[in-house]
């Protein structure tokens, strides 16, 4: 049995710089937006003391934690192998993820509870409503503009650690839209409106937080790729004339990384030098749909039994 590699340097170095020039664009737009938005809630919600803005201020501050945490995560993760990480730093995203869960989940426990207490209490007039009002439609603009770079960036790169920050955002889009309502819902004298889209934000958030960190954990226990993904795989491989079967095809994903290790099936006879070139071939062919892998190509004779 024979091994292979595939050495496009040139190609690599710049899809992997473009990549890593995305990846840190993503990190700084969301910080930055974070803390803005953050200045400005604290302050409506000093003018309103409305629960609600209350709940999107908890979010936006479990956001900057979450985003520095991704920026500090990223930077660790496209960092090359090195001698003691020969796969890369990958795994940092998904552990990035998991920390984002707990910040996500602990700030939706403790907005439910603070709202329960506020709701058996006696009714909360809010004041300047229509401050509160401002301060939310900003924070909408000023989400939009940072999902539309997430999904770009997420497009290009397919990082795990952009995917969990937007999660936050969008449910950080959804709280601020909430938000308004019960804004413009209290200035017409309904205050429990306030306190009911309190509850369901923080409810929305626990059941996000849910699918987020459990894609996380499956990522760090090598969850093979999806199977059309594999079955895409297998039929690159064997389109290259020459590769007569494919076998043992196992995957994983570090990060934004894919990495792959597959059996190619070769007529018995074949030149070294002839087989070596089909693995070559095999192996452009699955970097075409996915240009980012790390492929391990095992050259085999046909029939032969990799078992001792």
Request: hydrophobic fraction near 45%; proline fraction near 3%; charge should be negative.
């Amino acid at each position: 049995m024979t091994s292979t590699g595939l050495n496009d340097s040139n190609t690599g170095k710049n899809v992997s710089e473009d990549k890593n020039r995305l990846l840190k664009l993503a990190t700084y737009a969301s910080v930055a937006t974070a803390s803005v938005l953050i200045i400005a809630k604290l302050i409506a919600w000093f003018m309103t003391g409305s629960m609600s803005l209350l709940a999107t201020l908890l979010d936006s501050t479990m956001d900057i934690l979450a985003s520095l945490i991704t920026l500090f995560a990223v930077r660790i993760a496209i960092a090359p192998a090195d001698e003691d990480h020969h796969f890369g730093h990958g795994k940092a995203e998904q552990l990035a993820v998991l920390a984002q869960s707990a910040f996500i989940g602990g700030s939706a426990i403790v907005l439910v509870l603070n709202t329960l207490d506020r709701i058996t209490g006696e009714d909360v007039v809010l004041d300047n409503e229509s401050a509160g009002i401002m301060v939310m439609v900003f924070s909408i603009i000023a989400t939009l503009i940072l999902l539309s770079i997430q999904r770009y960036v997420i497009r290009k790169t397919n990082s795990a650690a952009i995917k969990s920050d937007s999660l936050h955002y969008q449910v950080d889009l959804l709280t601020n839209i909430a938000v308004l309502a019960a804004l413009i819902g209290t200035s017409y004298g309904y205050h429990q409106v306030d306190n009911i889209l309190a509850l369901l934000i923080g409810g929305y958030m626990l059941f996000s937080v849910r699918s987020l960190a459990w894609e996380s954990i499956e990522q760090l226990m090598d969850k093979a790729l999806p199977e059309q993904e594999l079955q895409e795989i297998e039929r690159r491989a064997l389109s290259v004339d020459g590769v007569l079967g494919i076998h043992d095809v196992k995957t994983r994903m570090s990060g934004s990384t894919p990495f792959i290790q597959m059996h190619l099936d070769l007529e018995p006879h074949m030149p070294l030098i002839y087989a070596h070139e089909l693995g070559v071939q095999a192996k452009r062919a699955v970097l075409e749909h996915l240009p980012e892998a790390d492929i391990i190509v095992h050259l085999d004779p046909e029939g032969h039994d990799d078992e001792p």
